[in-house]
């Protein structure tokens, strides 16, 4: 008896496992496939430009009792985005306490409330078409609570490759670009994701209805699972600056100005969906 016909007398079944296991796995990684498009494509208030997320978690876990809309700059809505961002971003805030106080909690809200109303509310003379400036909410469907936001808006960008604090703010330095900011979401919503409906129906606001093909971000250095995420989306690092400053809520009830190292981040919108789809994967 030959060596092939030998092995295949003792192995069979061993063998007929293996074919099973890669059968089983093919199946897997295309459930997943169909899942993340079933998902990307369930957004109907904003169009998703970008491919779906392939993260385990986000695929499998994700909540199905919530829905991304623009708060159209609607007071009561930048209310309680306010309300919420307070705790699910400055208690959490790396370097900070985990749990706000009262008097911490009031102050911070406070100015989370008038920092939105400037920066998204609706101005008078103005069409929502004219609009340049958008918090995005995540909510809830039954009960409309916020559960997640990303603010988008135009601003003065530094565009310069280098340590920001070296390099002079010059006129042909600076443009005018989208600049997504303040993304949060709940404690319990985390990991889901949640964070990356939340960017990419940003982007596709500022891709679809403000006609631009990049957006930046700030990101603080050591909040490392935000560089991350961002990265795995496809933003890359452009410059830095050593020398910013931020405010920190501390355990002891105080809230410190404090020294921090800020990243700016870019993303090309109008990249391949192939290239998106890689920095997904391998995002680093």
Request: with cysteine; glycine share 0%.
């Given at each position: 008896m030959n060596n092939e016909r030998w092995h295949n007398c003792v192995f069979p079944r061993k063998r007929?496992?293996?074919?099973?296991?890669?059968?089983?796995?093919?199946?897997?990684?295309?459930?997943?496939?169909?899942?993340?498009?079933?998902?990307a494509f369930s957004l109907h208030t904003v169009k998703l430009l970008s491919p779906p997320i392939f993260g385990i978690s986000a695929v499998f876990f994700k909540p199905k009792n919530l829905i991304v809309a623009p708060s159209l700059g609607q007071d009561d809505k930048l209310i309680e985005a306010g309300k919420f961002f307070a705790d699910a971003f400055w208690a959490s805030k790396p370097g900070g306490t985990k749990s706000l106080s009262s008097k911490q909690n009031k102050l911070l809200t406070n100015q989370q409330i008038s920092e939105f109303r400037k920066r998204y509310a609706q101005r008078l003379g103005k069409s929502q078409l004219d609009r340049r400036s958008e918090l995005m909410l995540c909510l809830e469907k039954g009960t409309g609570e916020v559960v997640g936001c990303a603010g988008i808006e135009l601003d003065n960008i530094n565009n310069k490759k280098s340590n920001r604090s070296n390099v002079q703010s010059t006129a042909s330095n600076i443009s005018r670009k989208p600049l997504m900011s303040n993304l949060a979401v709940g404690k319990q919503y985390r990991r889901k994701g949640v964070a990356e409906d939340l960017v990419l129906a940003t982007e596709a606001l500022v891709r679809n209805q403000w006609g631009y093909e990049e957006c930046y971000l700030f990101v603080e250095k050591k909040n490392t699972p935000a560089i991350k995420l961002y990265r795995k989306l496809g933003y890359k690092k452009v410059w830095q600056d050593d020398d910013a400053k931020t405010i920190t809520p501390k355990d002891n009830g105080s809230i410190d100005t404090t020294s921090t190292t800020i990243i700016c981040m870019k993303k090309n919108l109008s990249s391949s969906i192939f290239i998106n789809m890689f920095n997904r994967i391998l995002p680093f």
């Open positions: 007929r496992r293996f074919s099973s296991c890669s059968t089983l796995i093919r199946f897997y990684m295309f459930t997943i496939y169909i899942r993340s498009l079933v998902d």
